[in-house]
């Protein structure tokens, strides 16, 4: 692992974006509404030459190995730090390493049923949603606490900004069901910033944290052209029923 060095702070709109270590980061913000995060698995992502990677071009990340001892080393505190400062919390660990977070307050799944990568027993078919709080709609609507890859994310996740990128619609259902309008999400493992341009799509304000300045500029970018475009300040469209799914 690389230590993050230097930080470099850029403000796009109503995002807040840091260049840097965020075991470093972390302990000098402030509160915010929700955590919303997709941080790394675990999984030697890019760094095993499988069939599964090579045919996914998956590379490897460059600043810190994707292992499990990364895992227990830096990216579980970091969620630890991040859940203190929260009111609540929302976060896909993948499943090989998700007994290694603290108890979530409730589970949900992410159903794929094109698959999303290759598991010891076969084709993995849904991730894992843990939650931490309270639901911000509790008491006024009950909302699923599951979704699935719709019809248009799947040919969007090809085009790989990534070594492991999650589709605009998934993150824009995880920011909507964690959190209110105005409120102030936090993603301590930014990534290219599609939670942060889901934040700009709906009307939240947004703190992101990424240590590989590629993946940073890549953020920027990305959040700063969201920015552009129309808000949506709606739900996004919703999954299809159960019954339209197929076998």
Same mark, same amino acid.
């Given at each position: 692992?690389?230590?993050?060095?230097?930080?470099?702070?850029?403000?796009?709109?109503?995002?807040?974006?840091?260049?840097?270590?965020?075991?470093?980061?972390?302990?000098?913000?402030?509160?915010?509404?929700?955590?919303?995060?997709?941080?790394?698995?675990?999984?030697?992502?890019?760094?095993?030459?499988?069939? /599964?990677?090579?045919?996914?071009? /998956?590379?490897?990340?460059?600043?810190?190995?994707?292992?499990?001892?990364?895992?227990?080393?830096?990216?579980?505190?970091?969620?630890?730090?991040?859940?203190?400062?929260?009111?609540?919390?929302?976060?896909?660990?993948?499943?090989?390493?998700?007994?290694?977070?603290?108890?979530?307050?409730?589970?949900?799944?992410?159903?794929?049923?094109?698959?999303?990568?290759?598991?010891?027993?076969?084709?993995?078919?849904?991730?894992?949603?843990?939650?931490?709080?309270? !639901?911000?709609?509790?008491?006024?609507?009950?909302?699923?606490?599951?979704?699935?890859?719709?019809?248009?994310?799947?040919?969007?996740?090809?085009?790989?900004?990534?070594?492991?990128?999650?589709?605009?619609?998934?993150?824009?259902?995880?920011?909507?069901?964690?959190?209110?309008?105005?409120?102030?999400?936090? !993603?301590?493992?930014?990534?290219?910033?599609?939670?942060?341009?889901?934040?700009?799509?709906?009307?939240?304000?947004?703190?992101?944290?990424?240590?590989?300045?590629?993946?940073? !500029?890549?953020?920027?970018?990305?959040?700063?052209?969201?920015?552009? /475009?129309?808000?949506?300040?709606?739900?996004?469209?919703?999954?299809?029923?159960? /019954?339209?799914?197929?076998?």
């Amino acid at each position: 692992m690389v230590s993050g060095g230097s930080t470099r702070v850029e403000t796009i709109g109503d995002a807040t974006l840091y260049l840097g270590d965020c075991l470093e980061i972390l302990p000098t913000l402030g509160k915010v509404d929700a955590v919303v995060t997709d941080p790394p698995y675990g999984v030697n992502l890019g760094e095993i030459a499988n069939g /599964q990677a090579l045919a996914k071009e /998956q590379q490897a990340y460059t600043r810190f190995f994707d292992t499990p001892e990364y895992i227990e080393a830096i990216v579980v505190p970091a969620i630890r730090i991040s859940l203190n400062i929260s009111l609540r919390g929302m976060l896909t660990p993948g499943n090989r390493n998700a007994w290694k977070y603290p108890e979530p307050s409730d589970i949900g799944v992410w159903y794929n049923p094109a698959g999303s990568g290759r598991g010891k027993w076969g084709y993995i078919l849904a991730h894992l949603i843990l939650y931490y709080g309270k !639901d911000p709609r509790a008491g006024k609507c009950a909302t699923a606490s599951s979704t699935w890859n719709m019809q248009d994310d799947v040919g969007e996740i090809k085009n790989r900004l990534h070594p492991c990128p999650k589709p605009e619609n998934f993150m824009r259902w995880m920011v909507n069901k964690a959190s209110l309008p105005e409120e102030t999400i936090l !993603d301590p493992f930014m990534g290219s910033g599609t939670t942060g341009v889901a934040c700009a799509n709906l009307g939240r304000k947004f703190i992101g944290i990424e240590i590989e300045p590629k993946y940073f !500029d890549i953020a920027c970018r990305r959040i700063e052209d969201a920015y552009k /475009q129309p808000r949506l300040f709606d739900d996004p469209k919703p999954a299809p029923k159960p /019954q339209d799914l197929p076998l």
